[in-house]
């Protein structure tokens, strides 16, 4: 062992214990995760927007809540700013910066809520079968069955605007696929001859279903999430764009392209520069997810 | 022998052949679906922080006032008594009244859906007529230049929040270069000219022989339907690749290829014949998908569709009109999904 | 005997990240007027002989030979649109199961018809005659009925018949059977056998037959090569099978229960690195 490199002990043909095989695995996944450029672009793109989340307060030149009338719709590289201003002379730049905080919150949230949502419903219904799930089922297909933004526009009018609501009416359209994959794996699992033996020793279901279940349908639902974020991050934009998501002067991107509609055709740059954003935010997901796909799931990337 | 014939006979009593059985059941399960997709938004009809009473009297009615149209709307019943006479207006086609407007959102939604129907059609043939031959070519080409052009494509596609690309298209093709015509459906000043058959313009003018004004409303039309084409070509031509990869690596692609036939015919003629069935629901699912981009696109290009009267509805708390919106949307998602599986069971002959 | 196709030397190399692998090294052998055997394991290389025959071998596969020589023309030299012509028309090929080589979603009728037109000017009339005549040459009754079919209204049997039908309607030369009867039930492959090697022999044709089943093969041809690991090991004539020298060829043969002469133990077969590296036997006559 001494003499022998991480690397080696990671790459070996022998693994020495299942924590090693499961390891050296992860690393090799991680080598042909390499390999792809596109995916290391948008691991990349999505690193740095992290950063510059954190980093907010260092990095952004203004307040992005300041307003100067006085220096409304500067241009493109507008001395100290760089971006322009927008209709009330805030910096663009800034605003962006700051945005990228409502986007993580509102990716990072319904990431936590709709793939849970779906687990708990997808693996009940696999797992107890019977009426259950043909009801339980039924609901999904009926919730699959809406188009999502109109349903999303319905549930938020309904519980009014707002982040945290926009948030929540993403999530209630964004769980149903995540329930279908979760009960398809149960089905699979609930077959298998180890599950049968734990019943054989007494285990009840809710030990099976948290402790057996769970386990092996996450890495599925993550990939499916990781492909699914670039969907949420447009809903949610969409959300914005409308008025119904984060209410001003919050600096949510789609909400600064509803701003700066109105002067499109003249100032250009007040609406285009978020949508830029949003492009470049949601477009390392697709990469990123893309990659993963081909990682986990050599059959499905072709 | 006794059991095969008891078994027989058990079938027999079950009587109605299977392909009944098979067709209620499939009744069944989209009637389901569909008292379902109206239960949500009844549901959320009542959840809305909005009195519907209040919003039909106002605020300076007197009591007596409020209580008549409270008894009228039927709120004093239980919630499922109220919810079977919801259904029973759904049924007939009643949305109630807009609040907005004082008309029947059935009326509303009759005169907006052909507008969004004319979009998305358009939008769809689009993307069909290139997303399919790009799809097809990819997977024949896999890993050349076209490939990884079809791959960018479509994952840009992917990424692009359709309200802002629908801008962009605006700022440039009609703000800078002057080449379309921009928002609405056609230039004012030929509103009204033709009358008004299916409400669908292209179509109307083209009846009408309106040369002038089909060029015009063609003009309109044409951004916010490339834009939305540009969305499901990107889907259609990643689904159209992955399916037309399947079959050319099936053996009976070998064996049209042992028949000596050309590689056009071997991929038009054999493997593409294989994946109709399955592209008629990725087109169906892409159409259904572009009446909801159609949404936030007919806002950009003030397009008096579904999409925009349900999000105008929606702003002014006109809820009648945002509940009946939303059904109609829903039904005509179920449907697509219904004439999909129909088409399929037509063009198999497995599944028959 | 006159030679009908003449392999010399081929190669089929599939190029790799972990360098090249060589799936045929340097095969040769002619094929005269009879049913030449080509016996092995999977991964020996059989089946990408006879595809390599016909230049089906997909990109990034490769296929290289001193000469595929067909009727004294180098197959080699031929253009892609040239080795159209000589697919189905010179050279045919029976893959091994029908429910993967027919085309789901086409009618019967239409698949064989397609396989005439495209080297024979005929109407369809001419054409439906032709296939009709055809199917029932392969002894299928109902032959109209039969035209109307698809493939998934078909038994195994009835659908091997149907390609057998289909590859020869345009009359070729020479028919490569890869496994064609591996798929099929037990009580249908004689007769599926019978029928094929009747017609190859009243038309005056050249047979490849591919199959990993020794005794069908020994059985059935007139002559076998034995191939392992993308070589030629041996060539035997098939009814002096029993008297062939080559380790692999010994062990395949010691490794099959027998009636005649039953056993307490059968052989485990061997491997001998060496095989592997020797060089190809020729199987040119």
Same mark, same amino acid.
């Not at chain 1, 979760?182 to 099976?208: C, F, P």
């Not at chain 3, 692999?248 to 061997?270: C, F, I, Q």
């Given at each position: 062992?001494?003499?022998?490199?991480?690397?080696?002990?990671?790459?070996?043909?022998?693994?020495?214990?299942?924590?090693? +095989?499961?390891?050296?695995?992860?690393?090799?996944?991680?080598?042909?995760?390499?390999?792809?450029?596109?995916?290391?672009?948008?691991?990349?793109?999505?690193?740095?927007?992290?950063?510059?989340?954190?980093?907010?307060?260092?990095?952004?030149?203004?307040?992005?809540? #300041?307003?100067?009338?006085?220096?409304?719709?500067?241009?493109?590289?507008?001395?100290?700013?760089?971006?322009?201003?927008?209709?009330?002379?805030?910096?663009?730049?800034?605003?962006?910066?700051?945005?990228?905080?409502?986007?993580?919150?509102?990716?990072?949230?319904?990431?936590?809520?709709?793939?849970?949502?779906?687990?708990?419903?997808?693996?009940?219904?696999?797992?107890?079968?019977?009426?259950?799930?043909?009801?339980?089922?039924?609901?999904?297909?009926?919730?699959?069955?809406? &188009?999502?933004?109109?349903?999303?526009?319905?549930?938020?009018?309904?519980?009014?605007?707002?982040?945290?609501?926009?948030?929540?009416?993403?999530?209630?359209?964004?769980?149903?696929?995540?329930?279908?994959?979760?009960?398809?794996?149960?089905?699979?699992?609930?077959?298998?001859?180890?599950?049968?033996?734990?019943?054989?020793?007494?285990?009840?279901?809710?030990?099976?279903?948290?402790?057996?279940?769970?386990?092996?349908?996450?890495?599925?639902?993550? #990939?499916?999430?990781?492909?699914?974020?670039?969907?949420?991050?447009?809903?949610?934009?969409?959300?914005?764009?409308?008025?119904?998501?984060?209410? &001003?002067?919050?600096?949510?991107?789609?909400?600064?392209?509803?701003?700066?509609?109105?002067?499109?055709?003249?100032?250009?740059? #007040? +609406?285009?520069?978020?949508?830029?954003?949003?492009?470049?935010?949601?477009?390392?997901?697709?990469?990123?997810?893309?990659?993963?796909?081909?990682?986990?799931? &050599?059959?499905?990337?072709? | 022998?006794?059991?095969?014939?008891?078994?027989?006979? *058990?079938?027999?009593?079950?009587?109605?052949?299977?392909? @009944?059985?098979?067709?209620?059941?499939?009744?069944?399960?989209?009637?389901?679906?569909?008292?379902?997709?109206?239960?949500?938004?009844?549901?959320?009809?009542?959840?809305?922080?909005?009195?519907?009473?209040? *919003?039909? @009297?106002?605020?300076?009615?007197?009591?007596?006032?409020?209580?008549?149209?409270?008894?009228?709307?039927?709120?004093?019943?239980?919630?499922?008594?109220?919810?079977?006479?919801?259904?029973?207006?759904?049924?007939?086609?009643?949305?109630?009244?807009?609040?907005?407007?004082?008309?029947?959102?059935?009326?509303?939604?009759?005169?907006?859906?052909?507008?969004?129907?004319?979009?998305?059609?358009?939008?769809?043939?689009?993307?069909?007529?290139?997303?399919?031959?790009?799809?097809?070519?990819?997977?024949?080409?896999?890993?050349?230049?076209?490939?990884?052009?079809?791959?960018?494509?479509?994952?840009?596609?992917?990424?692009?929040?359709?309200?802002?690309?629908?801008?962009?298209?605006?700022?440039?093709?009609?703000?800078?270069?002057?080449?379309?015509?921009?928002?609405?459906?056609?230039?004012?000043?030929?509103?009204?000219?033709?009358?008004?058959?299916?409400?669908?313009?292209?179509?109307?003018?083209?009846?009408?022989?309106?040369?002038? @004004?089909?060029?015009?409303?063609?003009?309109?039309?044409?951004?916010?339907?490339?834009?939305?084409?540009?969305?499901?070509?990107?889907?259609?031509?990643?689904?159209?690749?992955?399916?037309?990869?399947?079959?050319?690596?099936?053996?009976?692609?070998?064996? *049209?290829?042992?028949?000596?036939?050309?590689?056009?015919?071997?991929?038009?003629?054999? *493997?593409?014949?294989?994946?109709?069935?399955?592209?008629?629901?990725?087109?169906?699912?892409?159409?259904?998908?572009?009446?909801?981009?159609?949404?936030?696109?007919?806002?950009?290009?003030?397009?008096?569709?579904?999409?925009?009267?349900?999000?105008?509805?929606?702003?002014?708390?006109?809820?009648?009109?945002?509940?009946?919106?939303?059904?109609?949307?829903?039904?005509?998602?179920?449907?697509?999904?219904?004439?999909?599986?129909?088409?399929?069971?037509?063009?198999?002959?497995?599944?028959? | 005997?006159?030679?009908?196709?003449?392999?010399?030397?081929?190669?089929?190399?599939?190029?790799?990240?972990?360098?090249?692998?060589?799936?045929?090294?340097?095969?040769?052998?002619?094929?005269?007027?009879?049913?030449?055997? !080509?016996?092995?394991?999977?991964?020996?290389?059989?089946?990408?002989?006879?595809?390599?025959?016909?230049?089906?071998?997909?990109?990034?596969?490769?296929?290289?030979?001193?000469?595929?020589?067909?009727?004294?023309?180098?197959?080699?030299?031929?253009?892609?649109?040239?080795?159209?012509?000589?697919?189905?028309?010179?050279?045919?090929?029976?893959?091994?199961?029908?429910?993967?080589?027919?085309?789901?979603?086409?009618?019967?009728?239409?698949?064989?018809?397609?396989?005439?037109?495209?080297?024979?000017?005929?109407?369809?009339?001419?054409?439906?005659?032709?296939?009709?005549?055809?199917?029932?040459?392969?002894? !299928?009754?109902?032959?109209?009925?039969?035209?109307?079919?698809?493939?998934?209204?078909?038994?195994?049997?009835?659908?091997?018949?149907?390609?057998?039908?289909?590859?020869?309607?345009?009359?070729?030369?020479?028919?490569?059977?890869?496994?064609?009867?591996?798929?099929?039930?037990?009580?249908?492959?004689?007769?599926?056998?019978?029928?094929?090697?009747?017609?190859?022999?009243?038309?005056?044709?050249?047979?490849?037959?591919?199959?990993?089943?020794?005794?069908?093969?020994?059985?059935?041809?007139?002559?076998?090569? !034995?191939?392992?690991?993308?070589?030629?090991?041996?060539?035997?004539?098939?009814?002096?099978?029993?008297?062939?020298?080559?380790?692999?060829?010994?062990?395949?043969?010691?490794?099959?229960?027998?009636?005649?002469?039953?056993?307490?133990?059968?052989?485990?077969?061997?491997?001998?690195?060496?095989?592997?590296?020797?060089?190809?036997?020729?199987?040119?006559?």
């Amino acid at each position: 062992m001494a003499d022998q490199t991480l690397r080696q002990w990671l790459l070996t043909d022998t693994p020495t214990s299942r924590r090693h +095989a499961k390891l050296s695995a992860i690393y090799q996944g991680w080598l042909s995760f390499r390999g792809n450029t596109m995916a290391m672009i948008g691991l990349w793109i999505l690193l740095a927007l992290v950063g510059i989340a954190a980093f907010a307060p260092i990095l952004s030149p203004h307040d992005p809540f #300041v307003q100067d009338l006085g220096n409304r719709l500067a241009p493109l590289g507008t001395e100290s700013h760089i971006l322009g201003t927008d209709s009330l002379g805030r910096d663009i730049l800034s605003r962006l910066i700051y945005g990228s905080r409502i986007t993580l919150y509102i990716v990072a949230l319904v990431a936590l809520i709709a793939p849970v949502v779906g687990l708990l419903v997808g693996t009940v219904s696999g797992y107890v079968g019977g009426w259950v799930d043909v009801v339980l089922m039924r609901i999904t297909d009926i919730f699959l069955a809406f &188009p999502r933004l109109v349903l999303a526009l319905a549930f938020v009018a309904a519980l009014g605007a707002g982040i945290e609501n926009a948030v929540l009416a993403i999530s209630l359209t964004a769980w149903p696929p995540y329930a279908r994959i979760a009960r398809a794996e149960t089905l699979t699992i609930r077959a298998a001859d180890y599950i049968s033996a734990i019943q054989l020793q007494g285990a009840g279901a809710m030990r099976i279903i948290t402790r057996h279940i769970w386990p092996l349908c996450i890495s599925s639902l993550i #990939v499916r999430v990781t492909l699914d974020m670039a969907g949420i991050i447009l809903a949610a934009a969409g959300l914005g764009f409308l008025g119904l998501g984060a209410q &001003p002067p919050s600096p949510e991107w789609g909400a600064m392209i509803s701003e700066g509609r109105r002067f499109i055709l003249d100032h250009w740059w #007040v +609406a285009t520069m978020p949508g830029l954003a949003i492009f470049t935010v949601s477009l390392a997901f697709n990469l990123l997810g893309d990659g993963l796909r081909d990682v986990l799931d &050599p059959k499905g990337g072709e | 022998m006794a059991l095969a014939e008891n078994e027989g006979g *058990a079938r027999n009593r079950a009587s109605l052949p299977r392909w @009944v059985t098979a067709t209620l059941k499939t009744i069944g399960s989209i009637a389901v679906t569909m008292l379902g997709l109206v239960f949500i938004t009844f549901i959320i009809g009542r959840v809305m922080p909005i009195d519907p009473v209040l *919003a039909i @009297v106002g605020e300076r009615a007197s009591q007596s006032t409020y209580d008549a149209v409270f008894l009228q709307l039927g709120l004093d019943k239980p919630v499922i008594v109220q919810f079977a006479y919801y259904v029973w207006d759904v049924l007939h086609g009643d949305f109630g009244m807009s609040l907005l407007n004082a008309r029947p959102v059935s009326e509303d939604i009759a005169r907006v859906f052909p507008a969004t129907l004319e979009l998305a059609t358009l939008g769809v043939f689009f993307g069909i007529v290139l997303g399919v031959p790009l799809g097809v070519v990819a997977a024949v080409r896999k890993g050349s230049w076209i490939d990884q052009v079809a791959r960018v494509v479509a994952l840009v596609g992917y990424s692009m929040p359709i309200f802002w690309l629908g801008l962009m298209g605006l700022l440039i093709f009609y703000g800078m270069l002057g080449w379309v015509g921009g928002p609405g459906r056609v230039s004012i000043f030929y509103e009204d000219i033709v009358p008004s058959v299916t409400g669908m313009i292209l179509v109307d003018s083209l009846l009408d022989r309106n040369w002038t @004004v089909l060029k015009d409303a063609f003009s309109h039309i044409v951004l916010p339907a490339s834009l939305l084409g540009y969305y499901s070509l990107a889907y259609i031509s990643r689904m159209t690749r992955s399916f037309m990869l399947e079959q050319l690596s099936a053996e009976y692609i070998t064996t *049209a290829r042992v028949k000596g036939m050309s590689e056009w015919d071997v991929v038009w003629k054999h *493997a593409f014949r294989n994946i109709r069935v399955q592209l008629i629901t990725v087109i169906a699912l892409s159409y259904a998908g572009l009446l909801e981009g159609s949404v936030l696109t007919e806002i950009i290009f003030s397009w008096p569709g579904i999409g925009s009267y349900i999000t105008t509805a929606l702003l002014s708390a006109d809820m009648n009109a945002v509940l009946g919106g939303t059904v109609v949307v829903g039904l005509v998602f179920i449907l697509l999904n219904i004439l999909s599986d129909l088409l399929y069971k037509v063009f198999d002959p497995r599944a028959k | 005997m006159d030679t009908l196709l003449d392999v010399q030397d081929l190669w089929v190399k599939f190029p790799s990240r972990q360098g090249v692998f060589d799936a045929v090294r340097g095969v040769s052998f002619t094929l005269g007027r009879e049913r030449l055997g !080509i016996v092995g394991e999977s991964g020996s290389g059989k089946s990408m002989t006879g595809r390599a025959i016909l230049r089906l071998i997909r990109p990034p596969g490769i296929v290289e030979a001193k000469q595929i020589s067909l009727g004294g023309v180098d197959l080699m030299g031929k253009s892609e649109k040239e080795m159209r012509a000589v697919r189905g028309q010179r050279i045919s090929m029976v893959m091994q199961d029908p429910k993967f080589s027919l085309n789901p979603v086409m009618t019967i009728g239409d698949q064989i018809i397609e396989a005439y037109r495209q080297h024979n000017r005929a109407s369809k009339t001419q054409a439906y005659a032709k296939a009709v005549e055809m199917l029932e040459a392969v002894s !299928i009754r109902d032959a109209d009925r039969v035209m109307r079919a698809y493939p998934h209204e078909m038994s195994g049997g009835m659908g091997q018949r149907i390609m057998i039908a289909m590859m020869l309607i345009p009359n070729p030369e020479i028919l490569i059977a890869d496994e064609p009867t591996s798929a099929l039930d037990v009580s249908v492959q004689r007769q599926v056998l019978d029928i094929m090697d009747k017609l190859v022999k009243d038309r005056g044709m050249g047979l490849i037959f591919i199959s990993h089943d020794l005794n069908l093969v020994a059985d059935f041809c007139d002559r076998v090569l !034995i191939m392992y690991a993308g070589r030629i090991v041996e060539i035997c004539q098939a009814d002096k099978l029993s008297e062939a020298k080559h380790p692999y060829t010994r062990g395949l043969l010691n490794s099959l229960p027998r009636l005649d002469a039953p056993r307490d133990h059968l052989e485990v077969l061997k491997r001998d690195p060496a095989w592997a590296q020797a060089p190809s036997v020729s199987g040119r006559v």
